[in-house]
């Protein structure tokens, strides 16, 4: 059993330049489903049952706003804010939350300035089968660490995480679910976004996935390929505002029987950036933008 509160990335939040572009392009390119719409905000889901996995809020600046995270029950939510005051983090109470997809839970600020929100009970969907070329849910975020001591301190001692393999620059951490992990941190020296990974349910869709980006004008800047640890099948874009994304699949199911490694066992011989050998080294322009989004200032409260 694993020892850990959180279940998994429920959502990111995003702000978006264009609202409505960046609206049509997750549902008819990305294949993310609408759930709920305003002037100032929109919501989608993925197949499985979380009540959104992506808002997006209107805005002159691109940036994230917040992650939140997934916890079983509200002695769960309460167990961990705990815990997070214990750490020093300063949390905002425990409430029911009135903001779309409802549920009960707080939000805080990690040790780079990120917001991070818990939460639990939330009106999610019942119908979660598999849609073929639709994501599932985010599987993982990978966020750039400003202060990596800190924030790997913070993830793995107040929020519980594991780390499951180092590959470094990249550490791995696993929570209460069955995939390999569901953060990863970047030790570069920046508190930014590195990439937001969405689930498919098969190799072949994100082979698809990649033909429906290519087609919509989106190049493919990184993949396909396999990666060393968590052993996915990988393809990055750089979407609306130049966002990030990865389409993930084959994602490696694990239990505490696992054994981590370290990053002499992960490294690639030179000119391999993933298993299989076949793709070009990351797109100048992913590179740059896999450094650029930063965190909202606010966002560490919930309404
Ligand atoms: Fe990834």
Redesign the pocket.
């Known amino acids: 059993m694993s020892a850990c509160l959180i279940r998994g990335v429920r959502s990111v939040e995003l702000v978006a330049s264009n609202l409505d572009e960046a609206a049509r392009f997750y549902e008819t390119v990305w294949g993310l489903a609408p759930v709920a719409a305003s002037n100032e905000a929109r919501y989608f889901r993925g197949t499985g049952g979380y009540h959104h996995v992506l808002g997006l809020h209107c805005g002159p600046q691109p940036a994230v706003v917040r992650i939140a995270f997934d916890v079983a029950d509200r002695a769960g939510v309460d167990a961990l804010h705990e815990k997070i005051s214990a750490a020093g983090a300063k949390p905002s109470a425990p409430a029911k939350l009135t903001a779309l997809g409802g549920g009960y839970g707080f939000a805080c600020k990690d040790p780079d300035g990120r917001n991070l929100a818990f939460v639990t009970d939330c009106a999610d969907h019942a119908d979660r089968a598999d849609v073929t070329d639709r994501p599932r849910k985010i599987v ?1 975020a ?1 966020l750039n660490t400003r202060d990596f001591d800190a924030t790997l301190r913070f993830f793995t001692q107040a929020l519980g995480f594991r780390v499951i393999d180092d590959n470094a620059p990249l550490w791995f951490l696993h929570c209460d679910n069955s995939d390999h992990c569901s953060i ?1 941190l970047c030790k570069m020296n920046l508190p930014t976004l590195n ?1 937001i ?1 969405f689930e498919m349910p098969e190799f072949d869709s994100v082979m698809r996935g990649m033909g429906r980006m290519k087609d919509n004008g989106y190049p493919i800047e990184w993949g396909p390929g396999r ?1 060393g640890p ?1 052993n ?1 099948v ?1 393809a990055y874009f750089c979407g609306p505002d130049e966002v990030p994304l ?1 389409y ?1 699949a084959e994602v490696l199911q694990i239990d505490d029987s696992y054994r981590p490694r370290p990053s002499d066992y992960w490294k690639f011989k030179p000119g391999r950036s993933d298993q299989w050998g076949i793709t070009q080294p990351r797109s100048p322009r992913y590179y740059r933008v896999q450094r650029l989004f930063g965190f909202t200032a606010e966002g560490d409260r919930l309404g």
């Open positions: 993982h990978n990863v990439h990974a990666h968590g996915n990988f990865e993930a």
